[in-house]
């Protein structure tokens, strides 16, 4: 059977998407911000204390913060600020690590940044470019003569530690975030599939017509028109219920879902909009090929033998055809291919108008 693609096409996790992006924007401009001010009074203070290489430090970093914050509001390349300002990060760490800081407290500042690059970067990436900190800031420690701050043995272990710690929380944290936010969008999809899904033949619904293929079409308008649309009806469906009662009636339009999508397209649209109607709905597509297509469909379903315990059911269907040539058309044209269906009916039933 052709694997039908509507579900996929219009429901995603894009929203979702759209807000992590957003946690991660304001996040990123939270931190930048902050972090600018900061440096900058650290480094204003230090150098009233005549601390200058300490205060080289934190302007250099204020200022490095405050160039990638102006690149992103002039490109705003969002992963690309987020990245360059995670190495900023890391680089401060180090410097300062290296320098010793103010009465050598500087591996003190390191705690919170682990927290903060999982915040910026995400799970993976968060985690590849802490354990890079970590690994420099161990090689950093455990080589005291190569720096200018003076550590102790204890106090570079107890710092590493710690920081082990932060970065094992701070992963756990991140991931499970993570988790939650893909079940839950997982969930809001499964939720917008199932209103939208006729729950017999798992057709699109009238539901998803109105509230969802159509409003599409106007924000899509040059990728979907001429389009075709087509009402199609199950002929005398109602003696199908009468004579074997509505377990076969339920069978019959269930075969004739799947008669109908293997018929067509796996991008067109074909929806139950009523008990025993359907519309059909073909983009780039002239009047003559929707014609077409409903003669074809209506021989598939004329050929169709649904079994019962009475012996194969045979069924027909009529089809009015219309064509929307833009957005605005598409409710006209609704109403004239469903007067064209009941021309159908009129005409003798199983055949296409």
């Known amino acids: 059977m052709k694997k039908r693609r509507w579900l996929t096409h219009f429901f995603d996790d894009s929203h979702s998407v ?8 304001y996040s990123y401009l939270a ?5 600018i001010v900061t440096l900058f009074a650290f480094s204003a203070h230090n150098y009233i204390k005549q601390e200058y290489s300490i205060s080289l430090i934190t302007i250099f970093c204020c200022i ?4 990638n914050l102006i690149y992103y509001y002039w490109k705003h390349h969002l992963e690309t600020c987020c990245v360059i300002g995670s190495i900023f990060i890391v680089s401060f760490c180090l410097a300062i690590a290296y320098h010793g800081g103010v009465e050598h407290t500087a591996l ?9 690059l999982y915040v910026l970067l995400g799970r993976r990436l968060g985690l590849l470019l802490n354990i890079v900190m970590f690994l420099l800031l161990t090689l950093l420690l455990s080589q005291p003569q190569l720096i200018l ?3 102790s043995t204890a106090e570079s272990i107890r710092c590493l530690t710690s920081l082990f710690v932060v970065n094992v929380i701070s992963y756990i944290n991140e991931h499970y975030r993570e988790e939650s936010h893909c079940l839950m969008s997982e969930q809001n999809v499964n939720k917008e599939q199932q209103a939208n899904t006729d729950a017999l033949t798992h057709l699109p619904n009238k539901r998803f017509v109105d509230s969802v293929f159509i409003p599409s079409c106007q924000h899509d308008r040059n990728s979907n028109f001429p389009m075709v649309l087509i009402m199609a009806d199950v002929d005398h469906f109602k003696n199908i219920n009468d004579n074997y009662g509505h377990d076969c009636g339920d069978r019959v339009l269930k075969e004739l ?7 067509i397209r796996s991008n067109d649209i074909v929806a139950r909009v009523g008990g025993e109607e359907f ?22 379903v004329a050929a169709m033998a649904v079994p019962y315990t009475e012996g194969n059911i045979m069924i027909t269907m009529s089809f009015g055809v219309a064509l929307a040539s833009n957005y605005a058309e598409i409710e006209q044209k609704l109403k004239e291919a469903d007067k064209n269906l009941y021309k159908a009916k009129h005409s003798g039933r199983n055949c296409v108008c």
């Open 257 to 263: 879902a799947r008669t109908i999508e293997q018929s």
């Open 149 to 151: 701050a003076d550590y």
């Open 108 to 116: 003190y500042w390191t705690f919170p940044f682990p927290l903060i």
């Open 18 to 25: 759209t807000v992590d992006k957003k946690r991660r924007l």
């Open 31 to 35: 931190f930048s911000y902050f972090g």
């Open 279 to 300: 519309l059909l709905l073909f983009s780039n597509a002239d009047y003559e090929a929707g014609k077409r297509i409903a003669e074809k469909i209506r021989l598939a």
């Open 64 to 67: 490095a913060l405050l160039i």
